[in-house]
Each structure stands twice: as C-alpha cells, then as structure tokens.
C-alpha cells in the first residue's frame, strides 16, 4: 500500500478506461484529436487482448468486493466501432462493473440505441455536445447539426425514461442557445452539464484566441493532480499500452503493456510508481518529462501549489499535503437527477 498525500493508493485500480478505438469523425476546437490524430498510431483494441482485461478487471472487483467502473476511449469515438455491443455485453456480463462511454451521437443512430436497449446491455452515456447552435455547431465540432438533432430525437422520444447526461461548454452557448437547449429536452429525463473551464490538455490543444477568457493560464505549472486521477484509475490505449491519465491524450507516458503483464503488476510496477512520486511531491522530476509538468487541468484549485518554473520546485515534506490533498471542488448545483437541470461543474 503506497502513501500519497492523504490519499491511499490502492494496490488495484478500482477504475479502468479502455481505448476500445481510437478515432474520431468530429474535430472539435477544444480536442487535441485533430491535432494529435496523424501522429499518433490508430487501431482497434483486438478482442483477445480486451477480453483479457475485463476477465482480469473482474477478478479485482470481486476479489476486493467493489463495484469497479468500466469507461470507453479517452479521446475517440466509441461508437464508431462497428461491434460496440459485442464488447459492451462481454463486460456487462461480468455483472461487477458501472459501464459508461461518451459520444458526440452522430453515429448514435436508432440502430444502436434499438440494439443496446433490445440486448438489455444499455451502458450510462454522456453525450458530449458543446453547443446547441445550429450555426456554431459545425464549426466548433466538425459535425452536422441535422444529424445530431435527429439520432437525439428518435433516442428522447422512443426511450424518454433512459437516463442520460448531456455536456455543453459555456463559452459556446448564448442565452438563445440555452432557450433552445431548454426547449428541446424539455419532458425528458437528461441532465445537463454546462462546463465552463478549458483546459490546453496539458498543453496537447491550442486552444483558439477568443476562447483565452476561458483557458487557464498555460504559464502556470501544477504539481500535483487534484482531482487524483492517477490513483483510481488506470488509462488502456488499444494497443495496450498503460498511460498516466486522461490529459496525457499524446501519450508521453508509458507504464507498460497488459500483453506482457497483468493489470495489478502494472498498477504497482516501477514505472507507475516513479511518476507518481514526482507527481505528488515526493522526489524531484527526472530528465524524462510527464505531462504534469504543463498541465493545467487540475489548477482548478485555489489551492493547489502552482509553480511557475518546475525547476524551482522542492519536494514537499509529506505533511505538508493534506490541506491541497483535501480540497475538493464541488458542484455547485446538482439538480435532482430525473429533472431538467443544470450542473456546473
Ligand atoms: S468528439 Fe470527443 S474525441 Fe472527438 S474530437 Fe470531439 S472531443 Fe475529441
Ligand atoms: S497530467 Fe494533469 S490530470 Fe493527469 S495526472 Fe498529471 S496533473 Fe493529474
């Protein structure tokens, strides 16, 4: 059992995101995907190697008794893979995992929705919209606003008890934008989340200039992660491949491979282990980079030490931590889940 502030790091991950894809048909301004996508290798987590993952991940869940969390594809699209319910239904009748994934629903078409409501393997879903602007909406996704209204209609009217959650991002909504947002899903179970912070990615997205009010300040550094997301979860690309977490979408860091090792060896290996003690304070960073160093996802805390140098950083004595480690940032308002609300997170 490893230490790391206040947090107790399990000796599993009691969450996994696998890369059950890795593409994506939208390019949306805030993604690093449409820059990222022709450097980085694309593919299809083969069956085998996924199959070797849930069986694994099931084994931590019922052998730690905990109900584990399962979530597809950190920067794609999963429902562009054509056996999606295939892979769904595998993990779901492990019967020890919540399973959810995130779309930008242009191939959320009836099809799928009838096949995964039919087979009964209906996973949570986050549609990730951003705007509900007609005229805006290709611009800052890529897609097409027609087909999104229409797979969203046919899913709401057919299925209006499903419980699903919709993502805007406010520096792309106007008031009349919000109107139709209210109009739209009015009668309808969804909750609504309005982000308002962007963040670079730890630094992977250029963001655009008239999106700057909304950006953190790029010039400043965090150590530590404060919504430790390193110690929960583990990141699978489809190859296999371990990385640090969801803003290391350029996949700088690498802890291994679950081809050659299990799960739990990975979580617990050498490799894992080094970044997260530079990560929380307790050794200096090394010649090799980690995305931490330019990340800026977690200064979302008042708290969190910034520094605007990494090399003017000093280890931190371990009881030093505890009052960053207990800063959580909370949702300001969480409408009761069922009702048309607004969530800001
Ligand atoms: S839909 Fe998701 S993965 Fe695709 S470009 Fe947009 S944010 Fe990135
Ligand atoms: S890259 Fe950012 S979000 Fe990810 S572990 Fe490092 S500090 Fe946390």
């Not at 230490?3 to 890795?22: C, Q, S």
């Not at 820059?35 to 730690?64: P, V």
């Not at 893979?81 to 993990?91: S, V």
């Not at 995992?97 to 009836?110: E, Q």
Request: charged share 30%.
């Amino acid at each position: 059992m490893k230490i790391f502030g206040l947090e107790t790091r399990k000796a599993y991950p009691a969450k996994v995101t696998i890369d059950i894809n890795t593409q994506c048909n939208a390019r949306c301004v805030i993604c690093p995907y449409p820059h990222l996508k022709d450097k980085l290798q694309h593919g299809i987590m083969k069956w085998d190697l996924y199959c070797k993952i849930i069986d694994e991940y099931a084994d931590i869940c019922y052998s730690n008794k905990i109900m584990g969390e399962l979530s597809y594809c950190n920067m794609s699209e999963p429902t562009l893979l054509k056996d999606l319910p295939k892979y769904i239904k595998y993990a779901r009748d492990k019967g020890c995992f919540t399973i959810y994934f995130n779309t930008n629903v242009s191939k959320l078409t009836p099809e799928l929705v009838d096949e995964l409501i039919r087979t009964k393997i209906y996973p949570a879903i986050h549609l990730n919209i951003m705007t509900f602007s007609k005229a805006n909406y290709k611009k800052i996704m890529g897609l097409d606003f027609d087909v999104l209204t229409k797979n969203l209609r046919y899913f709401l009217d057919k299925y209006p008890h499903c419980l699903i959650d919709v993502g805007f991002f406010m520096p792309f909504m106007n008031e009349d934008d919000r109107l139709a947002v209210n109009e739209f899903f009015k009668d309808t179970k969804v909750t609504l989340h309005m982000a308002e912070d962007i963040s670079d990615r730890a630094q992977n997205v250029e963001l655009p200039k008239d999106l700057s009010d909304f950006q953190s300040d790029t010039k400043e550094r965090a150590f530590g992660c404060s919504k430790n997301r390193p110690i929960h979860r583990m990141h699978i690309n489809y190859d296999g491949r371990v990385y640090l977490c969801d803003q290391d979408m350029s996949l700088e860091t690498n802890f291994g491979n679950v081809k050659d090792n299990s799960i739990k060896e990975l979580w617990n290996g050498e490799a894992i282990m080094e970044t997260l003690r530079v990560l929380y304070g307790h050794t200096k960073p090394g010649k090799h980079s980690i995305p931490c160093l330019t990340c800026t996802a977690c200064i979302d805390s008042e708290k969190i030490k910034i520094l605007k140098n990494p090399n003017d950083y000093k280890p931190r004595k371990l009881l030093g931590l505890p009052k960053r480690m207990l800063v959580k940032k909370g949702l300001a308002v969480v409408k009761k889940r069922g009702k048309l609300g607004w969530i800001w997170p």
